[in-house]
């Protein structure tokens, strides 16, 4: 079956920089467009970052702009999300996804797949 396993979460300061990675099995990697989303205590799970599954366009939440990088490695079959700049209104559970759709507009229910999630925390 499909499986999304995400890690590299953890508590680092503000300022600082963590790496996500999400290891995907159980699917032809190259035809999905990966995702990445995030849930805060409290709120709903929001969209962070996309990359597309031909080209590799990629695109960012505003609040993520400039301080995070979306990435796949198709050989590996695993995404990642580069995470520099920390604040510690980044704090949440960080989940990766997978569409089968090209360009999903970011709406939870256009991703097919979901990992459990890797917590990230944030200090002031």
């Known amino acids: 079956q499909v499986q999304l396993v995400e890690f590299g979460g953890g508590l680092v300061q503000a300022g600082g920089s963590l790496r996500l990675s999400c290891a995907a099995s159980g699917l032809t990697f190259s035809r999905y467009t990966m995702g990445w989303f995030r849930q805060a205590p409290g709120n709903e799970r929001e969209f962070v970052a996309v990359i597309s599954r031909n080209v590799g366009r990629t695109n960012y939440a505003d609040s993520v702009k400039g301080r995070f990088t979306i990435s796949t490695d198709n050989a590996k079959n695993m995404a990642y999300l580069q995470m520099n700049s920390l604040k510690p209104e980044d704090t949440a559970v960080y989940y990766c996804?997978?569409?089968?759709?090209?360009?999903?507009?970011?709406?939870?229910?256009?991703?097919?797949?979901w990992g459990q999630g890797t917590q990230v925390t944030v200090s002031s």
């Open positions: 996804a997978a569409a089968s759709e090209d360009w999903p507009s970011g709406e939870t229910d256009e991703y097919d797949y």
